[in-house]
């Protein structure tokens, strides 16, 4: 059974009691790593940022019209009155966007507004069809299901589409994108923290079993023995960290996820990125053993993960990390397993299975176009 925790009184001992050499060689291999990546995708957001100050770096995506009138030449059926956002949540604190429109003719036109770059990865785009409330100044209130969870602080380019329909034909009559800044000071201290207690025994080391995040748009197989600590940061940090219960100092395996707005990369921009994480991983001599690319098995779930990498990382107390390194959209996922000098064949090939068991939620079909297929 999980439990929400709001206020941690007593931090979680398993954050601060591993073996201090693994721990700070996991987290500046980490650094460094992400640091290269960004790096090498500066220029191309530079580059997006001058052609469009204010909208979103992942802009999201236009719709066909219904219609052979240009949308210029439509009137004025609508007008944004106010753009914000709001806490929807205690317990996840990070900000959902909100439009205030006035549509003129409520009873032959109808809108539609669709938020993009939602969700701990930034792919979700929420289509709300009907407003979520009325002010009381009579204004129709449209907001978005799900938090922003990429910010940049004290303020971030956002862009959202209102689209407007003919009540008769259902036809769209025009779409029109909305930039403007939003404010983001007030959530520089956002935290989520999740606990999943584990549901048996760690009896048999090789048993998997669904495990379904709470902020991810993924399902993953893991040990249901294994007590699991999510987290997420204000600067996008994601963490997912399995525990023994009865041990917080032993860690069985370790899931980071740091944003980073990536390029369409061809086969040669792969390689790089290849390239980044054995340095990464394999800086002050310690040796990296590439074992090669590989694909998450559910065909859906390659819509988000295109590209998959792995490799062993040998530590100077001679023990291994697997680690396997993944390529969404807009951001890295970090797997990464402590492993014993000599690990049974099985116990390695139970961690590769884990690698490829990613799954995409049954919910998650509100994945936006810009973030599936960039």
């Known amino acids: 059974m999980s439990r929400r925790l709001l206020i941690i009184s007593e931090p979680v001992q398993s954050i601060d009691r591993l073996p ?18 960004f790096s090498c995708n500066q220029a191309a957001a530079q580059k997006r940022s001058q052609q469009a100050k204010t909208s979103t770096t992942h802009s999201p995506t236009s719709k066909k019209l219904d219609t052979d009138v240009p949308p210029d030449s439509v009137p004025d059926l609508f007008k ?39 969700g701990v990865l930034g792919i979700k785009e929420d289509t709300v069809d009907k407003p979520s409330f009325i002010s009381t100044n009579g204004l129709w209130a ?17 862009a959202f589409w209102i689209d407007v329909y003919d009540r008769r034909s259902n036809a769209l009559i025009t779409s ?6 939003m404010s983001t000071e007030r959530y520089e201290l956002a935290c989520y923290i999740f606990i999943h207690q ?5 009896g048999s080391a090789l048993l998997r079993r669904t495990f379904i995040p709470k902020l991810l748009p993924f399902t993953l197989e893991t040990h249901p023995g294994w007590l699991g600590i999510e987290s997420l940061t204000a600067s996008g940090i994601y963490s997912l960290r399995f525990i023994d219960p009865k041990d917080s100092t032993r860690t069985f395996l370790n899931i980071t996820i740091n944003p980073v707005a990536f390029r369409t990369m061809d086969s040669s921009e792969w390689e790089r990125f290849k390239d980044h994480a054995r340095l990464a991983f394999g800086m002050k001599g310690v040796a990296v053993n590439s074992l090669g690319d590989f694909d998450v098995l559910e065909f859906a779930a390659r819509r988000v993960i295109e590209h998959g990498y792995e490799f062993l990382s040998k530590q100077p107390d001679e023990s291994l990390d697997y680690v396997a390194t993944y390529m969404t959209p807009h951001a890295i996922i970090l797997m990464m397993a402590p492993l014993e ?26 994945l936006s176009r810009a973030g599936a297929n960039r």
């Open 20 to 37: 201090v050499v693994r721990l700070v060689h996991a987290l500046l291999a980490t650094l460094l790593f992400v640091g290269l990546v």
């Open 80 to 118: 944004v009155a106010a753009l914000g956002s709001a806490v929807l949540d205690s317990a996840t604190p990070f900000p959902v966007p909100i439009a205030f429109l006035d549509l003129k003719d409520s009873l032959r036109y109808r809108l539609a507004v669709r938020f993009p770059h939602l």
């Open 142 to 158: 449209y907001r978005a299901n799900n938090p922003i969870m990429q910010l940049k602080f004290p303020e971030m380019g956002y």
């Open 176 to 181: 029109r994108l909305v930039p403007y800044m």
């Open 198 to 202: 584990p549901t048996t025994g760690l």
């Open 341 to 366: 000098r000599d690990v049974p064949a099985d116990k390695y090939e139970f961690y590769r299975s884990i690698a490829r068991s990613f799954r995409l939620k049954a919910d998650a079909d509100s």
